[in-house]
């Protein structure tokens, strides 16, 4: 009886050997990169990287070409640093999916649905991605993000208290964006999804952007600690007691804030998206995602997704802007004389966008030299593919690394300038390139994409219409970022001068 319990342990054993053999060291041996061996288990590659990931990774690049195997965490992961293959690879329909889709810690935080998916948008696959994707995308368009003139209006509403308080800030000594940007961005998404209006500085409000803040610090898909949180997540509410880490007890506590705040409201066909989304719910079908008690678990998972990816993303990318903006006061000042000579002493409207072909440049080389940007967000593979004549399985990480892609020469001369011009044709005019890439590609694209650059637009051109965004003294400012979903600036104050 033991020597068969032996060789059925044996037997196991070897069946997990020689599948593990197959998933880190066959499958992608076409590909360059460094050793397998040197794949450690939860870990990957990660640990080899260091401080400074955009170096390290910049390194690796030009080391083994546009596309090459480096895995981030437990997954074999392929890394695309070259727009062709990036936009190629978008194509295929296996591409469609998410890699947190399968990790351990999100299945088990979040918990998933009858059919086995993760709630909500960012996080699910398959049909009930499409099904919950196509709703979020229709009703955000319905509560604002497709009408020019709504978006505009909740969105200015934000941007003008965000300029009181900064005149405020600046006279009693410096103005930190990190500080503010969050909460004015989180009131819009908040306003969107439930109807509701709350005052930047209200402690729910502060409380719910900090929550994100500690989360997002966690996310970064080359950070070790994160990466032992994720699989030891069951030891989360320990640590975190102890002090000695926040994310996961922060994002479940945002979950839970939402779903309290909107256990109020009743559904609606013609409300807000919690409305809608409740009506969806009474209306459903028993084999659609939105039925019973995962329909309502779908609600709190889209909430949270839209907090998370709409949010701190955003106020990152403003924040890096505004830095810009210091670090060259002279597209500063292009950007103010182009809104004085459209404007005059009027506010910025976004319906008249198409007349400031140099703050339209300017946005786009941000976007392209946002230290935000690093990688995009991770893809999963969902059935084998074939990339370039390289066959990769199933469950592959496809991670685009966007340094590369936003920086290659051939498209960007003189890559690493931050120069908006080179985005104006001889006569001025604005030329939009495609090949500048943040918002991701292919079906899974950002949904808010549109809602992302009102706010840029609007932020950046009352900001800079209102105020000279000027150095406060003794400060450095410089593009080293801090690792995260989105990379970070390092804190930093500014001084405005009314015009
Ligand atoms: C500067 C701001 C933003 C940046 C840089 C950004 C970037 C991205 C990227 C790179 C992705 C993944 C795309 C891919 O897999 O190809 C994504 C997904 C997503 N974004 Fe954004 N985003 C921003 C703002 C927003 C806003 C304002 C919202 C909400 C209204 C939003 C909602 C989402 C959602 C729900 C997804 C998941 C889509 C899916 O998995 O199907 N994002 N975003």
Not at 19 to 26: A, C, H, I
Not at 223 to 250: M, W
Request: hydrophobic share 40%; with cysteine.
């Amino acid at each position: 009886m033991s020597s068969t319990v032996g060789v059925a342990v044996l037997t196991l054993i070897g069946v997990y050997a020689v599948k593990y053999f197959k998933k880190y060291f066959w499958d992608l041996r076409h590909l360059n990169g460094p050793s397998p061996f040197l794949s450690l288990p939860i870990f990957g590659h990660a640990w080899m990287i260091g401080d400074d990931i955009p170096r390290y990774m910049d390194q690796c690049a030009e080391k083994y070409g546009p596309i090459f195997r480096f895995d981030m965490g437990y997954l074999p992961t392929v890394i695309i640093g070259r727009y062709d293959d990036y936009v190629d690879a978008y194509k295929l329909e296996p591409m469609n999916g998410r890699a947190w889709s399968i990790m351990p810690f999100v299945r088990n935080l979040f918990g998933t649905d009858s059919k086995g998916e993760v709630f909500g948008v960012g996080s699910s696959n398959g049909p009930v991605w499409a099904e919950q994707r196509k709703f979020m995308h229709i009703n955000l368009n319905r509560v604002g993000m497709g009408k020019a003139k709504e978006l505009e209006e909740i969105v200015e509403q934000e941007v003008e208290v965000m300029c009181e308080r900064v005149a405020k800030l600046s006279e009693v000594g410096g103005v930190d964006f990190q500080k503010l940007l969050p909460v004015a961005i989180n009131n819009v998404i908040w306003r969107m999804i439930t109807g509701k209006t709350s005052k930047q500085d209200d402690p729910f409000m502060v409380e719910l952007t900090d929550c994100m803040n500690r989360h997002f610090e966690t996310l970064s898909p080359s950070n070790p600690i994160s990466t032992l949180q994720q699989y030891f997540h069951r030891c989360t509410k320990v640590a975190t007691d102890l002090g000695i880490i926040k994310g996961f007890k922060d994002i479940l506590k945002l979950r839970d804030t939402v779903a309290e705040q909107i256990s109020e409201l009743q559904p609606e066909s013609e409300g807000n998206f919690v409305e809608r989304f409740l009506f969806e719910i009474e209306s459903a079908n028993p084999e659609s995602s939105f039925y019973g008690k995962d329909g309502r678990r779908h609600l709190f998972g889209n909430a949270v997704d839209l907090f998370i990816a709409g949010t701190e993303t955003t106020a990152t990318f403003m924040t890096w802007t505004f830095k810009f903006l210091i670090m060259y006061p002279e597209v500063q000042e292009k950007i103010s004389n182009e809104l004085c000579h459209v404007f005059g002493s009027a506010k910025p409207s976004l319906d008249r966008r198409d007349e400031l072909p140099y703050t339209h440049a300017t946005i786009q080389e941000t976007i392209r030299l946002n230290p935000l940007g690093v990688f995009s967000v991770a893809r999963l593979t969902l059935s084998p593919i074939n990339l370039k004549g390289t066959p990769i399985p199933k469950h592959t990480q496809i991670l685009p690394y966007l340094r590369t892609i936003n920086r290659d020469p051939k498209s960007f001369p003189d890559p690493n300038e931050f120069r908006p011009e080179r985005f104006l044709d001889q006569d001025g005019k604005f030329v939009f390139d495609e090949r500048v890439t943040l918002f991701g590609k292919g079906k899974r694209k950002c949904v808010g994409e549109v809602l992302a650059k009102a706010e840029i637009f609007l932020f950046l051109t009352h900001m800079v219409h209102n105020f000279r965004i000027k150095p406060a003294p003794g400060q450095i400012y410089t593009l080293k970022s801090n690792p995260g979903l989105a990379f970070t600036s390092d804190p930093y104050q500014a001084v405005v001068e009314s015009r």
